[in-house]
């Protein structure tokens, strides 16, 4: 299975600072099959970026994606304080569709 | 827009089976196949399968091949994740979304206790 290892495990910034987060995959991604979700305490995850680097509806355009192949990374421009929650990407291109392991967004 | 409504949370003893329901309403139903993911308490998401909800065809993570069945009802737009012989690593949350990740259940606390 495509294992994905997602760092830091915990960033901790300020609001209105830029955020970098990172995803590593042990196999390629096929297709760029990349999404990455947020996660508050007590909701599903919401879908922020498909395919690496596309924008679901309704996101704003502070949240962009990208890499390709093994390596992928989610940029926030300027945090938001809704913007704290944990990240996870998942890869969706082979079975089983992975997920890393997370990055936890706080405030510093 | 897209909703999905899972069935409330189950107390279950080790050794039994679930059975978590997944209504879907604002889209077409059979267009979109149905995934199913779990969260241990403070764990990452765990994906565990995925049915075609217009022909039925499953796909299970090995790690749950031969434990775990997906069904759907058409007539009613639900999809449904059994989970037989419970063990306490079993305790999760789990969740059902549209392939896509547009829309998710809000998710169904299954509780492994003897």
């Known amino acids: 299975e495509n294992v994905l290892t997602q760092s830091p495990g915990t960033l901790s910034l300020s609001p209105g600072e830029r955020a970098t987060l990172s995803c590593r995959a042990s196999?390629?991604?096929?297709?760029?099959?990349l999404a990455w979700y947020q996660q508050k305490p007590g909701q599903a995850p919401r879908l922020l970026i498909y395919?690496?680097?596309s924008r679901a509806t309704g996101i704003p355009d502070r949240f962009s994606g990208s890499g390709s192949g093994t390596d992928f990374t989610l940029t926030i421009s300027r945090l938001e304080p809704e913007d704290f929650a944990v990240y996870y990407c998942?890869?969706?291109?082979?079975?089983?569709?992975?997920f890393g392991q997370g990055t936890r967004l706080e405030i510093k | 827009q897209v909703q999905l409504v899972q069935s409330g949370a189950e107390v279950k003893k080790p050794g039994a089976s679930v059975k978590v329901s997944c209504k879907a309403s604002?889209?077409?139903?059979?267009?979109?196949?149905m995934e199913w993911v779990r969260q241990a308490p403070g764990q990452r998401l765990e994906w565990m399968g995925r049915?075609?909800?217009?022909?039925?065809?499953?796909g299970y993570s090995q790690r749950f091949q031969g434990r775990v069945t997906f069904t759907r009802d058409t007539s009613t737009s639900t999809a449904y994740m059994e989970l037989s012989s419970l063990g306490f690593e079993d305790t999760a949350v789990y969740y059902c979304?549209?392939?896509?990740?547009?829309?998710w259940g809000q998710g169904t606390l299954v509780t492994v206790s003897s």
């Open positions: 979304f549209r392939q896509g990740g547009v829309g």
């Open positions: 604002g889209y077409s139903f059979t267009n979109y196949p």
């Open positions: 049915i075609d909800t217009g022909n039925g065809d499953t």
């Open positions: 196999q390629s991604v096929s297709s760029n099959y």
């Open positions: 395919g690496a680097s």
């Open positions: 998942q890869q969706y291109g082979s079975s089983p569709y992975t």
